[in-house]
Each structure stands twice: as C-alpha cells, then as structure tokens.
T-cell receptor, first 109, second 113 residues
Framework: GQNIDQPTEMTATEGAIVQINCTYQTSGFNGLFWYQQHAGEAPTFLSYNVLDGLEEKGRFSSFLSRSKGYSYLLLKELQMKDSASYLCAVSDSNYQLIWGAGTKLIIKP | DADVTQTPRNRITKTGKRIMLECSQTKGHDRMYWYRQDPGLGLRLIYYSFDVKDINKGEISDGYSVSRQAQAKFSLSLESAIPNQTALYFC????????????FGDGTRLSIL
C-alpha cells in the first residue's frame, strides 16, 4: 500500500529552527510537495523536490532522499504566523498526490 | 495561481437532502480535483478529472458524484447526504502531466444534521 508518515504535532519557540520529517512508501515517485495550511484555510504550496538534496527558499528549505523515502521541511527564524499545519504529499507513478495527515506546528513566544 | 473559487463557503443541511458544491477556476488548468478533509485524516481524494470527458474515482467516491460541465467548472454532488459526510471540502486545479502544484479553493464547510 501507499503510505505517508509525519509527526502529528510539534512545538517550537519563536525565532528558533524546526525540522518536520516525512517518510513515504508509494507506487512510483514523481516528486514530493510541501504545503502549508492555516486552520480552516486552503493548503498553499511551499516547495517541490524531485531530485535528492536541499532546496532553499527564504526561511524555508526542503530536503529529499529518494533512496531513504525521506524528506524534511526546515523552517528557520520562526515567526508566530508560521503556526499552521504542514502537509507532505508525494506524486505517484500516475502523477496523483498521496497526502500525509499533516503536522500541526505550534509556535510559542 | 489557478484562482480557484468554491461556492458555497458554508452549508448546513439535513440528512437525506441533495447538495451540490461548485468549483470554478480561471487559469484554464486541465486537471481538477475534489477532496474532503477530516480532523487527523488529512486530505482524501473523492474524484478527479483530467479534462471535460475524463472523470475518475478517487479513494472515497461512494456517496458522491461529479460533473465537469466545462474545463473551468467541476461540481460535486451528494445525492442523499448523511451525517458522516460532514467535513471540509476542497476543490483544486493543476496543469496536466507535470509536477506543477495543485492550487486549492478556499473550501466549503459542510455540516449534515
């Protein structure tokens, strides 16, 4: 079967760094997406990785290891507005997205 | 962005009623999707469409039907609503056969009493 695993909830302090992990087992792989979703709002696209390595985009970076079926999202200089859920999704062999349940990130002052 | 619009934003209705949720997008994207989201379960795919004449069942299609009236419009129907269909519903659109991201509407919060 296809499976995406993420921690359910994480807590971090304003100004700090947090790493949100995602492991996956899917039928085929055509890339991995990270989305941010504030409570009650639509998911919004953050990053996409299809090759191994780190992709940096401002305060957010995303890493992929295809051999390990593993990705992480790194958030630096945390701000209160970063409190949200972070969704990991893998594009399978049919370019369909398989979604993780999301990680709720709580930022404390 | 795909500028995806969903109507209504909120709906409360009774068991057994027929409900239609509407979705439109302004960027001419080929693919459109309907998801539901329940607490702790993430996004689950109900139906998806690659173009006007292509409709596919997703993970949880039972109890739902869809219509792709035009490239820009994709509606979701609940023929006879039941309480366990209470959820947050999202429509999304994307470019076909590429790894461009899906772009989401603001969601419809549906409550079935």
């Amino acid at each position: 079967g296809q499976n995406i695993d993420q921690p359910t909830e994480m807590t971090a302090t304003e100004g700090a760094i947090v790493q949100i992990n995602c492991t996956y087992q899917t039928s085929g792989f055509n890339g991995l997406f990270w989305y941010q979703q504030h409570a009650g709002e639509a998911p919004t696209f953050l990053s996409y990785n299809v090759l191994d390595g780190l992709e940096e985009k401002g305060r957010f970076s995303s890493f992929l290891s295809r051999s390990k079926g593993y990705s992480y999202l790194l958030l630096k200089e945390l701000q209160m507005k970063d409190s949200a859920s972070y969704l990991c999704a893998v594009s399978d062999s049919n370019y369909q997205l398989i979604w993780g349940a999301g990680t709720k990130l709580i930022i404390k002052p | 962005d795909a500028d995806v619009t969903q109507t209504p934003r909120n709906r409360i209705t009774k068991t057994g009623k027929r409900i239609m949720l509407e979705c439109s997008q302004t960027k001419g994207h080929d693919r459109m999707y309907w998801y539901r989201q329940d607490p702790g379960l993430g996004l689950r795919l109900i139906y998806y469409s690659f173009d006007v004449k292509d409709i596919n069942k997703g993970e949880i299609s039972d109890g739902y039907s869809v219509s792709r009236q035009a490239q820009a419009k994709f509606s979701l129907s609940l023929e006879s609503a039941i309480p366990n269909q209470t959820a947050l519903y999202f429509c999304a659109a994307s470019v076909s056969r590429s790894n461009q991201p899906q772009h989401f509407g603001d969601g419809t919060r549906l409550s079935i009493l």
